[in-house]
């Protein structure tokens, strides 16, 4: 589905790569080694595992996906609003509950369909809706820009090709991107209800420096890389503790994998978060399901997303 909308939507960022598991253990007296199938990755390095080829990894540069998405709609004729939804209002249809509308910036707009999809923010839409706890986990990451070199008096990019989860010094992973920008992230905190605001988080100095002096420790190529930008972000992530009798079995994710579908206390209301690290591979997948519910397929399974596919299990009729 990305490749097929990266031709749609002309992104240029679309790409397959590799992608490897590498031990490491920091400088040792040898100095740098090179290991044949690791692209990059030259120091301390004890083996390595492939965990993807170009066959069965690719990738494309989230923003520019998100936003050629939004263009795309606008031009097929979805309106954007931007404000602040303060409340969901509901009104009783015979014996049931059903959406009547959303307050936006004090404004009473009418609608019939609510999706909930505000990441680790998710559950602070209480209203009465009863939705499962969200919880948020902090990850730090910088970009750096891979050195350049000089050819004919023209600067090119130094290209990286091969994403690595690392074993050891505390499990950084790295992904890179086209133009000689690279990815790193890691040593992220331990899931908890998030207080900070969106746009708002707060980053870590110590933590910011971890991961560029890890790379210092791994790869002569990327520690001589320049910062060009630092941030924080958190993930949604369900909790994966089963038990909890408060919540519609079918609606907590024990498994720690996406909420995505309808809820049961109101009628229009639907969910879509908890996409955690693997929210690339999930998101497209997640939104045509939740597509085809909202498009009104009566008959729906609750189901979780997995790594290989999505189990579609769609019956019914549009309506």
């Known amino acids: 589905m990305h490749e097929e909308l990266a031709q749609t939507l002309g992104l240029d960022s679309y790409r397959r790569l590799s992608c490897h598991q590498v ?14 199938g690791v692209e990059w990755v030259d120091i301390g390095v004890m083996g390595h595992a492939v965990m993807g080829t170009e066959a069965t990894i690719a990738q494309v540069h989230p923003r520019q996906l998100t936003e050629a998405l939004m263009k795309s709609s606008l031009e097929h004729g979805c309106t954007f609003h931007m404000g602040v939804v303060q409340d969901i209002k509901t009104e009783m249809r015979g014996s049931s509950r059903h959406v009547a509308g959303v307050v936006v910036d004090s404004q009473f707009v009418p609608c019939e369909k609510v999706v909930i999809a505000m990441g680790p923010w998710s559950s602070q839409c209480t209203q009465d809706l009863k939705l499962p706890p969200m919880l948020g986990q902090k990850y730090h990451s910088v970009l750096v820009q891979n050195a350049c070199s000089m050819t004919a008096g023209i600067q090119n990019e130094r290209e990286l090709s091969q994403a690595v989860f690392f074993h050891g010094l505390g499990d950084p992973e790295v992904y890179p991107r086209p133009k000689g920008e690279v990815y790193v992230t890691g040593f992220p905190d331990a899931p908890v209800a998030v207080e900070d605001l969106p746009g708002q988080e707060v980053i870590l100095p110590e933590i910011v420096n971890r991961l560029t002096e890890t790379m210092k420790l791994v790869s002569t190529e990327l520690g001589r890389a320049e910062v060009t930008k630092h941030q924080a972000c958190f993930l949604p992530v369900s909790p ?5 009798s408060s919540y519609p079995s079918n609606q907590i994710s024990v498994d720690g994998l996406p909420l995505i579908g309808k809820l049961e206390e109101v009628e229009g209301v639907y969910i879509a978060t908890g996409h955690g690290y693997v929210v690339g591979a999930y998101s497209l997948e997640g939104d045509d399901d939740l597509a085809w519910q909202l498009l009104g397929y009566t008959e729906w399974t609750s189901h979780r997303p997995r790594h290989e596919r999505i189990d579609h299990r769609w019956r019914g009729e549009v309506s």
């Open 23 to 36: 031990a490491v253990s920091g400088p040792t007296d040898s100095g740098p080694n090179r290991v044949d």
């Open 240 to 244: 994966s503790t089963p038990g909890d």
